[in-house]
């Protein structure tokens, strides 16, 4: 009987193909789905690439002509790395990428002259002039620079000759060039990191959606669901933050966009309730799915309280996204906001178990997080709650 059980497990090459043929190969909707995220990843990098295309072109042709350097090879390399398609710290950076240059050279043409070149000397002089970079900036860019520069000062640059000079002079060309790219023809200072918001607010109403259901069916599975889908919120949180980055840059170097600056600086106040938000809406749904998998009871109440919630989170992604004057604006989001707010009574855990506590501590801790992002100040935030003790630090709101 052993012997036929191990038989009958055998994998003979026809059914090892036939298993091949059977695994799932892409089809026509997987091949669109690749493609359309293609498309939206190259509709979305389409500006910093003419940026860096534009970049490249001029950086050579300021070198070649009105400086004169025969090969300025890394007149546009300079650019290029400036610029990247991280629209964050192009600044910074610029700044980088010029002083690396000249640590490295500088650093790098005092050794050679001393020590030769050489295997070891390489090795030497790459340590410290990236250590050096190092010590001066905390920088990654920096510090390669550094570090690159020192190895062509070792191998390919004449100790004391101008290739040193003509390449910190380049390096310093592609620098200012890339930085008069984006003052020139900047991308919207706020649109992508607006667009990031909402897109991490559109997520968290979804996430509270599945809760909900969850909840009102007893069911884990829509929960696990949405724990799935908040965790991987995180690259959006960054990419806003970043955006947010490049878009203070863009308001500071291009006239254009200086008049964005009071919208640029609402949205960066609104980043960390939103990047707080999504922690407490990850451990609502954790808490929710012990909940539902101990059986616990918890207040229909609040079961409500988690869609109405939903709908408000929906109202903040629209003012989000709503231009200066549209509706819904800041106080009609923190008016929906302060209704669900409201009805957050400690009376709705009386005799409750601890998940249901929890959960009822983490919508309260939610609701300060987005009424924050609302605009609204902390403390005002807190006293919009009704009060769990009998002298609350925050007094409610009549």
Partial sequence: MLGASICSR????????????NRSLPTRDDFRTKLR????????????????????GIAWWVATTLIGHPQPFFAPIAAVVSLGLSLGARLRRSVELVCGVTVGIGVGDLLVSLIGSGP????LVVAIAMASAVALNSGPIFSMQAGNSAVLVATL?????????????DALVGGLVGIAVVALIPTHPVRRARKNAADILETAAEVLRKVETGLVENNPKPIEAALRQARDTQSAIDSMRSNLQGGHEISRISP???NSRPRLARLTAAADPIDNAMRNIRVL??????????????????????????????????????????????AEAARVLRSVARKMRPELIEG??????????QIRSLLVDLLRASGLKRISALATLPPTVEKPAYPPED
Avoid: H
């Avoid at 293609?38 to 534009?54: F, G, K, T």
């Avoid at 918890?298 to 231009?323: G, H, P, W």
């Fill in 10 to 21: 055998t994998v003979t090459p026809a059914r090892r193909r036939n298993l091949a043929s």
């Fill in 37 to 56: 995220k293609s498309s939206l990843r190259l509709r979305s990098s389409a500006l910093p690439i003419v940026q860096c295309a534009l970049a490249a």
């Fill in 120 to 123: 070891w000397q390489i090795a």
């Fill in 157 to 169: 640059i004449p100790p004391g000759g101008t290739g040193g000079i003509d390449r910190m002079t």
């Fill in 256 to 258: 254009l966009y200086w």
């Fill in 285 to 330: 749904a954790r808490r929710s799915l012990t909940l539902v998998r101990d059986d616990e009871i918890l207040d229909s109440r609040l079961v409500v309280i988690v869609e109405e919630l939903a709908d408000a989170v929906e109202v903040l992604r629209e003012m989000v996204l709503a231009e200066p004057g549209d509706q819904p604006d800041a």
């Fill in 352 to 361: 409750a178990g601890v998940s249901a506590t929890v959960v009822f501590a």
